[in-house]
């Protein structure tokens, strides 16, 4: 009798559970048709992938933002100026053809006025110009006229012919002074701006890159270490600024190439602001630039003679000239010796040779080594005099 009240029991739970499964689904099925983005919420997660590999791809262009260079000119320009010159030339007057039938004439001559113009950057509060030695070569009379229309004498303080380079003095300090800035730091590809007086327009601004660095044996200046730009630079802009995009001067705008009979366009050269800075010091110092000075010119080795000579193009300079009594022929350097090494290091041009001496100090002494015609290698040590201001051995 027991055992029926349990069976009763256990029949009433399992109703019970049935009912509530029943219901259970029910109310999921509802839940589910109501919401339908819970169904993926309890679904499991999927097992995780391996991050593919990564794709190489190249670094992004730089962005480059240039709205205008106006603040680099408004903090430039003022200290740019126009440099007119003056000249007066005696000319001896052309004579007739039916005069000379006479014999013996008495000759004429006529004077005229001859004017060129060009441009300068005023570098110091004093009123020093930084201008090139060609604008105002040979001129009688200088004038600087302001950016503010104001017009004044200048005098020479110095020049220096082997850079191109000349300083006057406007004996006022009431000026605008340019920002220098350096031209070691320079890159091909860098904005820079040119200002000058190109055809008497007065002051004008154009624009290009830095083309190249270090340019030289153009024939120019006996040192060359120029830049090379596309930034228009016409006659009248020479001794003008060479500016980067914030202003700073890097150069002083010195020669085009000819452009006659359709030469070539956009390449003009500047002189680099730190080759001036040192150029302008020595000048206020001492009224011209100190070098050292061997008494030799060398001059570069061809493909041939460098292959003649064993020799690896660009190693060695051969010297084709040499001062009598100077310290390169008191030495025992003659003609035709090869320069292989200056102060313990080797050369790679004839440049190389005349810079490298130009900058030791006079009273000095260094070794040169090289090699004669015939094979004989030397280590001469030679005595350092000061560079004349007129070289007799300088390829002009």
């Given at each position: 009798?027991?055992?029926?009240?349990?069976?009763?029991?256990?029949?009433?739970?399992?109703?019970?559970?049935?009912?509530?499964?029943?219901?259970?689904?029910?109310?999921?099925?509802?839940?589910?048709?109501?919401?339908?983005a819970l169904l993926g919420a309890l679904s499991p997660a999927p097992a995780a992938k391996p991050d593919p590999a990564p794709v190489a791809t190249a670094p992004r262009a730089p962005t480059v933002v240039l709205d205008s260079f106006a603040d680099a000119v408004a903090r430039?320009?003022?200290?740019?100026?126009?440099?007119?010159?003056?000249?007066?030339?005696?000319?001896?007057?052309?004579?007739?053809?039916?005069?000379?039938?006479?014999?013996?004439?008495?000759?004429?001559?006529?004077?005229?006025?001859?004017?060129?113009?060009?441009?300068?950057?005023?570098v110091d509060e004093q009123g020093l110009i930084v201008t090139n030695q060609h604008v105002i070569s040979g001129a009688d009379s200088i004038k600087v006229q302001f950016s503010d229309g104001r017009i004044a004498d200048a005098k020479i303080v110095g020049q220096d012919p082997d850079t191109d380079i000349a300083i006057l003095d406007v004996h006022t300090n009431k000026v605008p002074v340019m920002p220098l800035g350096r031209s070691d730091t320079l890159r091909v590809g860098d904005i820079v701006l040119a200002i000058g007086n190109p055809y008497g327009l007065s002051q004008t601004v154009t624009q290009g890159i830095v083309s190249a660095t270090g340019r030289g044996q153009?024939?120019?200046?006996?040192?060359?270490?120029?830049?090379?730009?596309?930034?228009?630079?016409?006659?009248?802009?020479?001794?003008?600024?060479?500016?980067?995009?914030?202003?700073?001067?890097?150069?002083?705008?010195?020669?085009?190439?000819?452009?006659?009979?359709?030469?070539?366009?956009?390449?003009?050269f500047a002189i680099p602001v730190n080759l001036v800075r040192g150029v302008m010091q020595q000048i206020v110092a001492h009224g011209h630039v100190v070098r050292g000075w061997l008494g030799l010119m060398p001059q570069d080795l061809n493909d041939d003679q460098a292959a003649q000579m064993g020799i690896a193009n660009g190693g060695a300079a051969v010297v084709v000239n040499i001062l009598v009594k100077s310290p390169a022929f008191e030495a025992g350097i003659r003609p035709g010796d090869l320069i292989t090494g200056i102060g313990g290091k080797p050369v790679h041009s004839s440049?190389?040779?005349?810079?490298?001496v130009a900058a030791l100090t006079p009273g000095s002494q260094v070794e040169v080594e090289g090699r004669q015609p015939a094979g004989k290698t030397f280590h001469y040590k030679v005595g350092v005099i000061e560079r004349p201001l007129s070289d007799p051995t300088a390829r002009r």
């Open positions: 009798m027991t055992g029926r009240p349990q069976l009763q029991r256990f029949r009433a739970v399992l109703k019970f559970l049935s009912k509530a499964v029943a219901v259970g689904l029910a109310v999921a099925f509802l839940v589910v048709w109501w919401k339908p430039a320009a003022p200290a740019v100026v126009n440099i007119y010159t003056a000249r007066l030339v005696t000319e001896k007057a052309r004579v007739a053809p039916i005069d000379q039938l006479f014999g013996d004439y008495w000759p004429s001559y006529r004077q005229r006025i001859e004017r060129s113009l060009g441009s300068g950057v005023i153009l024939g120019l200046a006996t040192f060359e270490n120029f830049i090379q730009t596309d930034a228009a630079i016409n006659p009248g802009n020479s001794g003008g600024a060479l500016i980067n995009a914030h202003g700073e001067l890097v150069g002083i705008n010195t020669a085009v190439l000819n452009r006659a009979n359709g030469g070539p366009e956009g390449i003009g440049q190389d040779v005349v810079s490298r």
